[in-house]
């Protein structure tokens, strides 16, 4: 569906905390389908019948509304739209979804969220797999694909991105062909990384560094172009630094120490994979600025004339 890492078929899950967006990502890449766009998030988009069938168990028509009114961009005709379906109950969901998609095959089906359509434990991995095996024959018999939102366990931004941070047991993970993990920069609030931690047949380099993607509730997400190592992508306790941390703000400083700009630092270290914001990096030139020789030219009148 999106080249090289979402499956055309079957079952995939985008996972991660609270309040990070996973629903407008899902919105967006609904939005991407149906007007049969090109790309999604910078990445080859492939759209078959431009049909979505989304199920929403934490919002409703008054706050999906206003997104979609933001991902549509003032567009006059917004007949496409007519090729989302949009459900809210639960009652009975495999037939419906079943019926919906004889009725119209969709290219997506997306679930949102996993914790509201099951209502056995989550622990028990054989339950967890038979209940998901339902929906997996529905995608086969349909040739469509169903995304699970789903979510993490608790303090996984303690961990790096991986796949056994999903809530419950080992059985959601197995059943899904590509888990996507979406977790928020500790550093750069409105940023986003996007991190693959299970894709079958994809190779390793795209499962162990982030797509870092920017993210307001106006333009939605779009690429920076950037990607941060995983295990970059923990948070650091307040009380103490980490030592990748540290040689960050070291770093920072020897490449400011050699008359670098902040925006030409802030480029190197991105090369070398630390994750840090310009702000961040601002921060830290200021922090040090009497260590740090100006370049000539630079400075209040005193210095100049010194």
């Known amino acids: 569906m999106v080249e090289p890492f979402i499956p055309k078929y079957g079952a995939m899950s985008l996972a991660g905390s609270s309040d990070l967006g996973k629903s407008y990502l899902l919105l ?3 939005d991407a389908i149906i007007n049969r766009r090109e790309e999604f998030l910078g990445f080859p988009l492939n759209v078959t019948h431009g049909s979505v069938i989304y199920l929403s168990t934490e919002d409703d028509e008054y706050s999906l509304s206003p997104r979609l009114i933001k991902l549509s961009k003032g567009k006059v005709d917004t007949s496409a739209y007519d090729n989302l379906r949009v459900l809210f109950e639960t009652t009975d ?3 419906r979804i079943d019926m919906l998609l004889q009725e119209q095959t969709a290219d997506v ?5 996993f914790s509201d ?3 056995g434990d989550m622990n028990q991995a054989n339950k967890v797999r038979s209940f998901i095996q339902r929906f997996k024959e529905i995608a086969v018999k349909h040739k469509t694909l169903i995304i699970f939102n789903h979510h993490c366990g608790k303090k996984n931004d303690t961990r790096p991105p991986h796949k056994d941070n999903l809530l419950g047991s080992q059985g959601f993970e197995s ?3 590509t888990v996507i993990e979406l977790r928020k920069d500790f550093y750069q609030p409105n940023v986003r990384h ?4 299970k894709g ?5 380099e795209y499962k162990n560094s982030s797509f870092a993607l920017d993210f307001n509730f106006e333009n939605g997400f779009t690429n920076t172009g950037d990607r941060v190592r995983f ?6 306790d307040d009380t103490s630094k980490s030592q990748e941390r540290i040689d960050a703000e070291e770093r920072v400083i020897s490449l400011a120490e050699s008359g670098l700009s902040i925006n030409a630092i802030l480029d190197i270290i991105k090369d070398e994979g630390y994750s840090m914001g310009r702000t961040t990096v601002g921060r830290i030139c200021k922090a040090h600025r009497s260590s740090i020789p100006l370049p000539l030219g630079v400075g209040t009148n005193e210095q100049a004339a010194a």
Do not use: A
């Open 231 to 236: 295990e970059r992508l923990v948070r650091v």
């Open 194 to 197: 996007l991190c693959i931690v």
């Open 200 to 204: 079958n047949y994809l190779g390793e």
């Open 175 to 177: 059943s899904m062909r």
């Open 117 to 119: 359509i099951f209502e």
């Open 109 to 113: 089906v997306i679930i949102d969220t």
């Open 93 to 95: 969901l495999e037939k």
């Open 28 to 30: 967006q890449l609904s």
